[in-house]
C-alpha cells in the first residue's frame, strides 16, 4: 500500500511520542474485501497475527523483519492504529499451529477454519494470477503488537 498524508501525519504522531524520529514505516491493509473487519479486530485485541505468503516478497517487496514498525489501514485507507513486528518464521502453510490461529483472530481461531479460509484465499488469488496453489508454499508467520494509538496498544515500544 502507498503512504498518504494521513498515514504520515498517524506514523509523525506516534513517533514523536515513541521518541523514534526518523525511523521508516510501511502501510499495511488486511486483505481487500475484509479490511475494515481485520483493521477492527487489530484494534480491539483478538488479531495479533498475520500471514503472507513468501512468494509475495519475490517481487522485490522486502520481507518483515522483527521491530519493523506499519500503520494499518482500513479499507477506505484511513489510518487505525500503528502496529510493531514481533516474531517472524518462515514455514509451509500447512504447518500453521493452534496458537497461531487462535493469534490472527478471524473466523472461530481454530486451525481447521484458519486452514479452509486461507487456503480458500489463496486459491482464489492463484487462480486469477495463474500459479498453483499448494499446503507446502512456504508462508510468512508474523506475530505483532498494536503501539500506538495509547488506548488501543500493548505498551509503547
Known amino acids: ?21 526518523g525511523r521508516d514505516y ?10 475494515d473487519l481485520n483493521a477492527d479486530l ?30 494499518v489501514v482500513d479499507g477506505g485507507g484511513r489510518p487505525r492504529c500503528v502496529c510493531r513486528t514481533t516474531e517472524i518464521t518462515v514455514k509451509p502453510i500447512i504447518e500453521v499451529d493452534d496458537a497461531f490461529a487462535w493469534d490472527e483472530g478471524e ?11 486461507h487456503r480458500s484465499h489463496y486459491r482464489r488469488i492463484a487462480e486469477r494470477e495463474g500459479w498453483s496453489f499448494h499446503d507446502g508454499l512456504d508462508a510468512v508467520f508474523e ?13 509503547v515500544s
Open 26 to 35: 510501511t502501510v499495511v491493509a488486511f486483505g481487500d474485501e475484509n479490511a
Open 107 to 117: 473466523g472461530d481461531r481454530t486451525r481447521d477454519d484458519w486452514l479452509e479460509g
Open 143 to 155: 506475530r505483532f503488537v498494536v503501539v500506538w494509538p495509547a488506548a488501543a496498544a500493548d505498551p
Open 1 to 21: 500500500m502507498e503512504r498518504t498524508p494521513a498515514t504520515d501525519e498517524c506514523w509523525a504522531a506516534f513517533a514523536e511520542a515513541a521518541g523514534l524520529a
Open 42 to 71: 487489530v484494534v480491539r485485541g483478538p488479531k495479533r497475527a498475520t500471514i503472507g505468503l513468501a512468494r509475495e516478497y519475490a517481487g522485490g517487496e522486502a520481507m518483515p523483519r522483527v521491530g519493523d514498525h506499519w500503520v
